[in-house]
């Protein structure tokens, strides 16, 4: 009979939680690479996402547990995980007991899914990132928040306000005056480390934060965990007018605006509007 390793006795238990980035375990047991909160770097440049340990993963003793018998973990990347150390303090031999259930930023299935009474949710950033297309930035951040049950008014009006702050080309690596990305989040800690708050969300999903993929994702993250951010008000608005003035006075709160500036993103939404609403009219039209 094989020894155990005193190494694995529980005198030194050190419990973690993290995100599960890579379900593809080569050895088909069911592993999963876990970025281990307050352990491993939030910056997947100081420790890549394929450098990270693989877990293993606790099945119910009612399976097999050996020889490939008995059902393997269902884990998706971006789950939330808690387990433990087996190697105690040395930390390199991390074992997930369970996950804890949450919903991130659902695709278009999944709010179909939600209509229709199934909370089996289940996502993924690279897998949400598949629902954002188009030509342009604009396009796509526009096809992003209409797939994430958006008004078109609230879309258009949302993307006035991110172009105000990026340009037209709503450039996700802008960098200007110590501000960043499609919503010039200030890079210095005067509004609550937003810009440090998109590194960490980006590097928890294996995504980088200088893609329009990963910032509409944050953008949406932001206004459905801080109430501040005025996702409430926003949603209840029915006009273009309403929509830009809710967006660009509580998510954009760094922005001060003159009559002119408020009046020239009015009409930016107008325009914005215009355009991919006769784009959507044209695709109805060519499905049927």
């Known amino acids: 009979m094989r020894t155990i390793n005193k190494l694995y006795y529980g005198d030194s238990f050190r419990w973690f939680m993290g995100v599960v980035i890579n379900t593809a375990d080569p050895l088909q047991l069911g592993r999963a690479q876990v970025r281990i909160y307050g352990i491993h770097p939030e910056n997947i440049e100081d420790l890549p996402s ?3 340990p693989w877990a293993q993963v606790m099945v119910s003793p009612t399976e097999g547990g050996s020889s490939g018998i008995g059902k393997m973990p269902q884990l998706i990347e971006g789950a939330r995980v808690v387990g433990f150390f087996m190697d105690g303090g040395s930390s390199q031999i991390p074992l997930i007991i369970g996950s804890v259930p949450f919903v991130e930023d659902p695709s278009p299935q999944q709010i179909q899914q939600l209509s229709n009474g199934d909370n089996s949710l289940q996502t993924s950033a ?8 188009g030509k342009t930035n604009a396009e796509k951040a526009f096809n992003f928040f209409i797939s994430t049950n958006f008004t078109p008014e609230q879309s258009a009006a949302m993307i006035a306000g991110l172009v105000e702050q990026s340009t037209a080309k709503m450039s996700p690596t802008l960098e200007v005056d110590g501000s960043f990305g499609i919503a010039q989040w200030p ?15 980006a590097g928890n999903r294996g995504i980088s934060e200088f893609s329009i993929e990963a910032q509409l994702q944050y953008v949406l993250y932001e206004l459905r965990t801080f109430p501040s951010f005025g996702l409430g008000p ?13 967006f660009a006075s509580k998510y954009i709160t760094w922005n001060t605006s003159t009559d002119a500036q408020t009046f020239a993103r009015r009409e930016k939404s107008k325009e914005i509007f215009e355009r991919f609403t006769k784009w959507l009219q044209l695709q109805d039209l060519m499905k049927h």
């Open 187 to 201: 890079i210095v800690e005067t509004e609550g480390n937003r810009y440090e708050g998109l590194i960490y969300f």
């Open 50 to 52: 394929d450098s990270l």
């Open 234 to 246: 926003l949603k209840r608005t029915k006009t273009l007018t309403a929509a830009v003035d809710v």
């Open 126 to 133: 690279k897998g949400i990132s598949n629902f954002i297309t």
